[in-house]
Structure formats: C-alpha cells, structure tokens
Antibody, heavy 127, light 108 residues
C-alpha cells in the first residue's frame, strides 16, 4: 500500500524559500498512470491546488502562484519536492502531497482524483 | 481558468438524513469531477472520481452524479462518521485542478 510523507521546516522567514519533500513508500514513484501533486490549506480555509509533476519531469503549476513554484522529482530516492520562493504570511498553511491517477485515451490524458495523501505538514511563515 | 462553486456552504443534518451537496463548474468539464471528504486535522479522502465512480472502500451510501457543469454528491443515510467537510475538484483543465470552496456538514 502506497504511503506518502511530507517533510521539511515548519517555520520559514518571510522572503525566504519554503522547501518540502514528499517521500513515497510501498510503491515506485515511476509507476505508470500516476502524477504527483502538492496541495495546501490555510487554517480554517479550503484546499488550494499548487501543482503536479510526472516522473518524466513535466509539471503544471497554479498560475496564481506564478513563477514562485518549482516542483521536482528524484526517482532514485522515490521522492518529489516543492520549492516556493519569496514567501509571505499568506503562504502559511498545511501542505499536503498526494498521488493522482490518469489514463491516456486516444493520445489525450484523462485525469482523475487524488487517491493517496500524505498526512500534511504545517508551515508557518514568520520572522 | 475554471471556477468551482459549491452549495450550500454548510448544512446541519441528523443521523439517517439524506444529504445532497451541489458543485458547479464555470464551464463544461465533462465528467472530470471528484469529491473528497475531510475531517478536522486529517488529509482529504477521495470518495468519488469521474463524477460517479465510487473509490475503493467507500460506502455505497455515497453517490455522485452529473456531467458538464452541474454535479451532486448525495449521502443516502447520514452516519455519525460522515460529519465532515466535502470538497469537489475538477481535473478536466490544466494547469490548475481547481477545488470548490467546500461544504461543511455538521450535526443538527
């Protein structure tokens, strides 16, 4: 059974870079038909999609976060990572990593839900 | 970008009640709509994918319906463990797989 675990600093200073890693266990990050995602949730608020990555290295990110987001994958470590630059207090949230599944039909990707989630890690942006 | 709305934003119900939550997309998303349940302090849990497909292990009292821009999640007989927040999410249009704002279901 695949499990995900987020890790990284719980406190980041304003203007610095938030860096988190998601470790995948119980299965390979290179398995077919999966994409790997980051989602965040400020306290008491809803879920915000950050972005996703495939093991090919191809990514898609939330335009609202502009160029501050970098998602990368390290298949040798069975991990993927999130970097968010120039953080402010508005980036304070619980950050989740998750696995999504998809299939290709007629050369077009069809994307489905996030079926495995990490437990989440709280990141506070404060000086 | 596709915007998602949910109604109601919250509701109070009793054990055994039938509950329906609505999710609307700002444009046609075919059937690429997922539903999640989230309990306080926990990660979301996938209930329904592709609008109406029940995720493995999810009780059959959860039912998803809809296509295009209008979707519903119905809980046929609310159980004590169902009191939670529910989110819809579109996975039709990259780059952002937008979530709805959520519906909180609490005890009447």
């Amino acid at each position: 059974q695949v499990q995900l675990q987020e890790s990284g600093p719980g406190l980041v200073k304003p203007s610095q870079t938030l860096s988190l890693t998601c470790s995948v266990s119980g299965g390979s990050i290179t398995s077919d038909s999966y994409y790997w995602s980051w989602i965040r949730q400020p306290a008491g608020k809803g879920l915000e999609w950050i972005g996703r990555i495939y093991t090919s290295g191809s990514t898609n990110n939330n335009p609202s976060l502009k160029s501050r987001v970098t998602i990368s994958v390290d298949t040798s470590k069975n991990q993927f990572s999130l970097k968010l630059t120039s953080v402010t207090a508005a980036d304070t949230a619980v950050y989740y990593c998750a696995r999504g599944f998809y299939r290709v039909r007629g050369g077009i990707g069809e994307y489905y839900g996030l079926d495995v989630w990490g437990q989440g890690t709280t990141v506070t942006v404060s000086s | 970008d596709i915007q998602m709305t949910q109604s109601p934003s919250s509701l109070s119900a009793s054990v055994g009640d039938r509950v329906m939550i609505t999710c609307r997309a700002s444009q046609d998303i075919n059937s690429f709509l997922n539903w999640y349940q989230q309990k306080p302090g926990k990660a979301p849990k996938l209930l329904i994918f592709a609008a109406s497909s029940l995720q493995h292990g999810v009780p059959s009292r959860f039912r998803g319906n809809g296509s295009g821009t209008h979707f519903t999640l119905t809980i046929s007989s609310l159980q004590p463990e169902d009191f939670a927040a529910y989110y819809c999410q579109q996975t039709y249009s990259a780059p952002e797989f937008t979530f709805g704002p959520g519906t909180k279901v609490d005890i009447k």
